[in-house]
């Protein structure tokens, strides 16, 4: 019963440290408008009611890709301050393509790094989730990555991407409970199974 309780404390510790400590997202899961985030040229975002987890009182923000140009990606970001170069964060959000639509494509998570605050100086490079290439129609998808920051980082840039095959016509998706933090205990589950863990006799 001892073991079983410092393994608690210990857990609940961790648990407590390992989001304490991410950035910050504005307006991560839209509970009520899309205020925050900012659409990259050929794109637009509102509010819908749409919930990832099917909560009444919540939405999602509704991202189209209007781009001319074929093979295009384009979307809406965000930035966020505070950046450790070096360390590793988790990028995730819930996605989901609604069906009916006459043009075809997918999302992803794009991050860009920078060495000035605010998004600021020069662009240090860039990281990505690898999105659903296929996506079934009106189902909700989590997607999420590791990714590094730069030595230099002090900023990075967030954006949710819509990428659409056709250089005609217009793709809308839906991204809801969006997150952006820095991991401090690996593995936190972060990774998607239990493989950093063994159980303890009480």
């Not at 819908?48 to 140009?69: H, I, Q, R, Y």
Request: glycine fraction near 10%.
């Amino acid at each position: 019963m001892w073991v079983f309780r410092v393994s608690a404390m210990f857990l609940t510790a961790v648990f407590v440290t390992h989001f304490a400590s991410g950035q910050v997202v504005s307006n991560p899961e839209f509970d009520v408008d899309v205020t925050g985030w900012n659409p990259f040229p050929q794109a637009s975002i509102v509010w819908s009611p749409l919930d990832a987890l099917g909560s009444p009182s919540s939405g999602s923000g509704l991202v189209t890709n209007m781009s001319t140009t074929a093979m295009d990606a384009t979307g809406v970001r965000q930035c966020l301050d505070g950046i450790s170069g070096l360390a590793e964060y988790l990028i995730s959000a819930n996605a989901l393509v609604p069906g009916g639509q006459s043009e075809t494509g997918y999302t992803y998570l794009l991050v860009q790094w920078y060495d000035g605050i605010s998004c600021s100086g020069t662009q240090l490079g860039f990281g990505f989730s690898p999105g659903v290439s296929n996506p079934t129609a009106d189902v909700w998808y989590r997607d999420w990555e590791t990714v590094e920051a730069p030595a230099a980082a002090q900023s990075a840039r967030l954006a949710l991407m819509v990428y659409k095959h056709q250089d005609t016509g217009m793709l809308d998706a839906h991204f809801d409970n969006v997150e952006f933090t820095e991991i401090i205990f690996v593995d936190g589950f972060e990774l998607g199974d239990t493989l950093a863990w063994s159980s303890v006799s009480p």
